[in-house]
């Protein structure tokens, strides 16, 4: 982890505690009883460095708390800007592991050539779920992973004003008494 990408983050929570505090109006909120377990708690939320229930049990820290502050977090658009900092340095981490995977990849396939390696069921099914990690890896850092519906219903003028016709058509007619 860089330096200045911890500065960042730390900066960052800070001024999202500072402006949590401000912006309530009571000392019932969670930003100002247990400002240091909020922070804490918006750390982890920035940069994930770990399971979120290991998290919630190491610190003692109940699910609605943790919840509360990711959305508290997560709707300032300034969050997107640390996570994707993260997100870059990360990658990094990404691009090294897929070389040292791609060289162990090459020398298994060798043996496997070579009959050092028995293709079994087991073996059949480790090499699919590694790729299934790898697809999934890839889905996310593409967006593949992610649905969109598009949904278009173009209408000219002119069948506008027939369907309201129509629909008109079929109303009683009502009086108007004064």
């Given at each position: 982890?860089?330096?200045?990408?911890?500065?960042?983050?730390?900066?960052?929570?800070?001024?999202?505690?500072?402006?949590a505090q401000e912006a309530t109006g009571h000392g019932r909120a969670w930003c100002k009883r247990?400002?240091?377990?909020?922070?804490?708690?918006a750390q982890h939320i920035i940069q994930k460095?770990?399971?979120?229930?290991?998290?919630?049990?190491?610190?003692?820290?109940?699910?609605?708390?943790?919840?509360?502050?990711q959305t508290e977090l997560m709707a300032d658009p300034e969050s997107s800007e640390i996570r994707n900092a993260w997100?870059?340095?990360?990658?990094?981490?990404?691009?090294?592991?897929?070389d040292t995977y791609?060289?162990?990849?090459?020398?298994?396939?060798?043996?496997?050539?070579?009959?050092?390696?028995?293709?079994d069921g087991n073996e059949l099914f480790k090499q699919g779920k590694s790729l299934?990690?790898?697809?999934?890896?890839?889905?996310?850092?593409?967006?593949?992973?992610i649905q969109r519906v598009v949904v278009e219903h173009k209408t000219?003028?002119?069948?506008a004003e027939e369907y309201a016709r129509k629909m008109l058509e079929g109303l009683p007619e009502v009086e108007i008494v004064d």
């Open positions: 982890m860089s330096e200045e990408l911890t500065i960042e983050t730390k900066n960052f929570i800070t001024k999202k505690l500072r402006d247990e400002p240091k377990k909020w922070a804490l708690v460095p770990n399971e979120v229930s290991a998290f919630l049990r190491k610190n003692s820290i109940t699910k609605n708390f943790y919840y509360d502050v997100a870059s340095e990360i990658s990094s981490v990404l691009f090294q592991g897929l791609r060289k162990s990849q090459n020398s298994y396939s060798d043996r496997v050539e070579s009959g050092d390696i028995e293709i299934q990690a790898f697809n999934d890896i890839h889905s996310k850092l593409t967006g593949n992973n000219t003028l002119d069948e």
